[in-house]
């Protein structure tokens, strides 16, 4: 027997025994989801329990060193983990702009004390994180950012706005793009801190969205101290480690467009006896749909196996952030239409609170968060295909 022959015995073995039943069916909603943190409420014991455990073994970020909170599996091995997973329908233990954001820019650009003190709390679901990047004149143009910090020694004082900062309200600390040179051009002069959401000065006020909820805030800063301790990288060169971060929000953005099939679902509504759709047309769309999908997945997995072999993702994550946003739109559609005039009650417990119709009006968000469709091709154009600017 091989090394990953054995590996996988035993990996199945282990969670088959620590993998809760409830923990085997799919999250009933955003409510249902484990994003922990330091005020996080479990849903359920069995769902504190994964997490707890999934945590221990360092398999919630299966590929970070061991000595950072991680599982030290090579590329090889967390893909048996996954593929273990999958097979009996586990949920993720952790969501977390940690793991998907943060965590891949602190173990590039981070120092040894810094990865001790944040990672390891990450990996366990200790410490909930935000992103502080867009403001009111910096979306798309992000080096235009404004937020001020004023230098007092051993730490700044940050005085400024951020916009669209997802789940700020909800997190603990915050990864942050500050100014700290206005005398250079716009994509100098640019540090990236951390900081504790809890610190006096920081306020964050949730924006509603046209589905009805409010994953997105404006968050305030008025006079916030950030102390230096906690500035990744060097002072004025956050922009590159702000370039890095997208590349891994834009590829997870990415990651919408691989989900579930929709031909279960379109066949428990809308079936025949001989388990066929009996509309055509819609039988084709959901068809075309899960082999674009099936075609992205796959090239989404060969991405992550480069990127984990060393390789720099740059670009080609604006093609998963586009493409991937496409198809979760389109799917969304599809679950519209499977699910006809029902998809549109916006309350009551037959449609779990409206929940296709808002989620099918979220999806509208997806073009611009983690920058804009335009953007995106516009990057794609010129630094993928070499089109002319």
Known sequence: MSDLDLFQKETRKWLEANCPASMRTPAKGEDDICWGGRNFVFQSEDQKVWLQRMGAKGWTVPTWPAEYGGGGLSRDEAKI?????????????????????????????????????????????????????????????????????DDKGDHYILNGQKVWTSYADKADWIFCLIRTDFSVSKHNGISF?????????????????????????????????????????EVNNGWTIAKYLLTHERSGIGDMGTMVPLSA???????????????????HEIVEHEIDAAGFMFTLERAKDEARAGGEMGAFSSMLKYYGTELNKSRHELIVKVNGSDAFEWEGQF????????????????????GTTEVQLNIISKRILGLPV
């Open 81 to 149: 983990l996954a593929s273990e997973m999958k097979r009996i329908k586990a949920r993720s233990p952790l969501v977390s702009f940690g793991i998907w954001m943060l965590g891949p820019a602190l173990l590039k650009f981070g120092n040894h004390e810094q990865k001790l003190e944040h990672l390891p709390k990450i990996a366990r679901g200790e410490i909930r994180w935000c992103q502080g990047y867009s403001e009111p004149n910096a979306g798309s143009d992000l080096a235009a950012l404004a937020t001020k910090a």
């Open 265 to 283: 679902l379109a066949r428990e509504k809308l079936g025949t006896p001989d388990g066929q759709l009996g509309n055509q047309m819609l039988r």
């Open 193 to 233: 801190i951390l900081f504790d959401m809890e610190t006096e000065g920081v306020e964050a006020k949730p924006i509603k969205l046209i589905s009805g909820n409010s994953p997105f805030c404006e968050t305030f800063f008025t006079d916030v101290k950030a102390f230096k301790t906690n500035l990744v990288g």
């Open 351 to 370: 449609s779990n609170n409206g929940e296709i119709a808002r989620n099918w009006l979220r999806t509208k968000g997806n073009s611009i968060e983690g």
